[in-house]
Each structure stands twice: as C-alpha cells, then as structure tokens.
C-alpha cells in the first residue's frame, strides 16, 4: 500500500525557517516525481514545487522561488522542503504527493506551518 | 502566469447531474485532472487524463474535453459527492510548471 507521511510543520515566526519532511513506502520512491503542495486556510490548493525521479531537475511556483528548496533522498525513501524567509502568507497545510503522469495519484496527510510572530 | 479558471460554486439535487467547468488556453495540449476534497482530508484524484477514471472511483464520475474548457460531470449526485473540486493542469510553455484551478463547491441541496 503506498504511504506518504507528512511531518515537520509548526510555529514559526516571520523570517524563520522550517524543514518539512514525507517519508514514502509501499512503491519504489526513486521511480517517480514528487510535489509538494500547498493549501492555506479556507483556501484552494497550491503547487509549489516538484522534483525529478534522481533530483536532478526541481522546479518552483514564482512565489517561493529563492526561498524554498526541495530535495530527495532516495536511500531514505524520503522528500524534504526546506523553507526559509518565511511569510505570514505562506501559513498553509503542506502535503506531499507523488507524481505519475502529471497526476498527483496519492497525498499525504498534511503538516501544518504557521507564521507568526 | 498561466491560471485555470473554475465556477465557485455548483449546487444541485441529489439524483441530477452537476457539470463542474474548468478553462484555461493550454488545455488543448495538457491533460487535466479532477481532484475532490472533503473538508479535513486530503485530496484524491477522480478524473485523469482528461476522461479516464481510476479504480475505485464511482461510474458516476466522468470527464470530457472541448477546446480550452474540460468538464467534470457527476451524474445522479449523492449527498457524499458534496466537496471541493479541484482541476489541474500544467504549463505547456516548455517550463512544466503545475497549476490547479482555484475550486469549486460542489453543494448536494
């Protein structure tokens, strides 16, 4: 059964960083492109960044460019955002998810980030 | 930036059909996808590649595609098909960037 586990949200305040992590199992992480997404309060959903089977291409929304790094660690069957400069309009639930075709065909649960001071 | 454009809101009878709409120039290129979403929980995808369905999701469900507008159509809605849809897509400018229309409240009166 594929599984991804979202973890790593919290409190922080304005210009502070968090590291957000999904631990994937139940198919072979290292064949697919990953996401992360986003959804802030009683709002829709947002995409915010990708990342290629092996890492090497990663793409990002405008808005978190220059502040935001996804990464991978195949061997770990993990899928890391790091985000730093953070802004009150980046409160949000973060999922990850992964990619087939284009599609996002399973999500996590989601993990909680709130900026404020 | 390439946006996809969704009704707010679909309200409909339990039994009738509800078509949810979702625009947007790239469409003709990229496929879409539909995504529903109760409240608290994580989406999950009912509609991909435009038409196809995957397993487990309802007959109810299907998709279609005319030009720059994809549709979801419910037919002969049930109270547990109320939720957030959401239809997705990408970029076709060659920068693979991934955008979601910004949701529809489908409402079962």
């Known amino acids: 059964e594929v599984q991804l586990v979202d973890s790593g949200g919290g409190l922080v305040q304005p210009g502070g960083s968090l590291r957000l992590s999904c631990a994937a199992s139940g198919f072979i992480f290292s064949n697919y492109w990953m996401s992360w997404v986003r959804q802030a309060p009683g709002k829709g959903l947002e995409w915010v960044a990708n990342i290629k089977e092996d890492g090497s291409e990663k793409y990002y929304v405008d808005s978190v460019m220059g502040r935001f790094t996804v990464s991978r660690d195949n061997a770990k069957n993990s899928l890391y955002l790091q985000m730093n400069s953070l802004r009150a309009e980046d409160t949000a639930v973060y999922y990850c998810?992964?990619?087939?075709?284009?599609?996002?065909?399973?999500w996590g649960q989601g993990t909680l980030v709130t900026v404020s001071s | 930036s390439y946006e996809l454009t969704q009704p707010p809101s679909v309200s409909v009878s339990p039994g009738q059909t509800a078509r949810i709409t979702c625009s947007g120039d790239a469409l003709p290129k990229q496929f879409a996808f539909w995504y529903q979403q109760k409240p608290g929980q994580a989406p999950v995808v009912v509609i991909y590649?435009?038409?196809e369905r995957p397993s487990g999701i309802p007959e109810r469900f299907s998709g279609s595609s005319s030009g720059t507008t994809v549709t979801l159509t419910i037919s002969g809605v049930q109270a547990e098909d109320e939720a957030d849809y959401y239809c997705?897509?990408?970029?076709?400018?060659?920068?693979?960037?991934?955008?979601f229309g910004g949701g529809t409240k489908l409402t079962v009166l």
């Open positions: 997705q897509s990408a970029d076709s400018s060659g920068t693979y960037l991934v955008v």
């Open positions: 998810a992964r990619e087939r075709s284009g599609c996002f065909d399973h």
């Open positions: 590649k435009d038409t």
